[in-house]
């Protein structure tokens, strides 16, 4: 079986790593996406466990086409009832890159006329249409003339881990911000602290991971459980043996806000999963934080700008560098942005530097060694002692 798992630009080789975990082989590293081969039980486990997925899709066609008539016979000829059958609810998301084929819903509106136009023919009567929990999600993908249909075994995206109301914009995607913690090598030994936490992504994420629950462990429904081949007994024992290994160390997670909205929702949202035992949160404003440790990480997603004024928004960003320079000696401090000339103003040396994407915006994910004094002294202690260890 032939899988292809979607993700944030940026994230794919963090995918690939966790898909390696998983036991997947063939894994190719493509652009928004990894693709691998595994069975029936590997397409479970990604949608259980798979951190910085967005969707696991199933790929069952491809084919070229030049104009509307061949796409239907396309669709038509193949041999749907593998899939479906008169009883199965479907729907079909379509995403169109092509001079041809410019627009997605006519690509699915077309597509869908012809399935039920070959049952119809087929048997007399035709599967029925489902745009909220369909049994099958078909999913078609459009580059140039050539097209991808898949099979979404995901149904809903993978980013919705649960813990957020579906109705809530966070600043910040769950798929993002469990690839943040990856990059930066976050592990539960190392202390962490989000001073701009919000409604708690980060603090979810690393908690999640920290205690190895699965993204999806609360998830109710996933997509390939409308198919006709879904092996519940399967899915089931999956799921215990992953429940089996959740456990709840100690950890440093702690995280600040000064909205007390946010505060109150990230306190009930740990709450909920049973985490409040792993994650401190506090009101407090970003200077009030210091460090929880004498060694720690402090990843953070500040404020882009959109409440504050060009002159504020660089003003803050030279605030947070100054106060991490006087207060987080021999920490590493983590940040993500998309406003690289407010990121000009931080003051401080990048170390290392990612560019990821939140949604649309283009962002840059930096990190800064803290440490006292001067950059060459810094690493002239360094470089002493790692002699000293060879």
């Known amino acids: 079986m032939q899988l292809l798992i979607k993700t944030f630009h940026g994230l794919e080789s963090v995918l690939a790593d966790e898909l390696k975990e998983l036991g997947a082989s063939n894994i190719e590293v493509l652009k928004r996406a990894v693709s691998c081969s595994g069975d029936k039980e590997l397409m479970y486990k990604a949608n259980l466990h798979l951190r910085t997925a967005l969707r696991v899709l199933m790929p069952i066609a491809n084919f070229k086409a030049n104009n509307d008539d061949q796409l239907y016979k396309k669709i038509y000829d193949f041999d749907w009832s593998q899939f479906i059958n008169n009883k199965t609810t479907f729907a079909i998301d379509a995403v169109a890159f092509s001079d041809t084929f410019k627009h997605s819903k006519y690509v699915a509106l077309k597509a869908k006329d012809a399935i039920v136009d070959q049952f119809r023919d087929k048997t007399g009567a035709r599967p029925s249409i489902d745009t909220d929990q369909p049994n099958v999600q078909i999913n078609i993908h459009v580059s140039s003339e050539q097209f991808t249909v898949s099979l979404d075994s995901s149904g809903e995206s993978l980013h919705r881990r649960g813990y957020r109301d579906p109705n809530h914009k966070a600043p910040l995607n769950e798929v993002l911000a469990a690839g943040m913690l990856k990059i930066a090598g976050w592990h539960k030994d190392i202390p962490l602290l989000d001073p701009m936490c919000g409604t708690g992504t980060i603090l979810m994420e690393a908690a999640m991971l920290a205690c190895d629950m699965p993204p999806q462990y609360k998830r109710k429904h996933l997509g390939f459980m409308g198919w006709v081949d879904y ?160």
């Open 231 to 390: 092996d519940k007994d399967l899915w089931l024992a999956l799921h215990k043996e992953a429940e089996e290994k959740i456990h709840y160390p100690k950890v440093n997670i702690v995280g600040g806000d000064n909205y007390p909205d946010a505060v109150d929702i990230a306190k009930q949202t740990s709450l909920d999963f049973r985490l409040n035992r792993q994650i401190r949160i506090v009101r407090s404003d970003f200077k009030e934080n210091l460090p929880t440790a004498p060694r720690g990480m402090m990843i953070t997603n500040p404020p882009y700008g959109e409440r504050l004024e060009k002159g504020d928004i660089n003003g803050f960003y030279r605030s947070i560098g100054s106060h991490l320079k006087k207060n987080f000696n021999n920490w590493q401090g983590w940040l993500i942005t998309s406003n690289f000339e407010a990121l000009k103003h931080f003051g401080l040396r990048t170390s290392s530097k990612h560019t990821l994407y939140n949604g649309p915006l283009e962002c840059k994910f930096v990190s800064y060694d803290l440490f006292e004094g001067e950059m060459k002294a810094f690493k002239k202690k360094v470089n002493r002692s790692r002699r000293i260890r060879e």
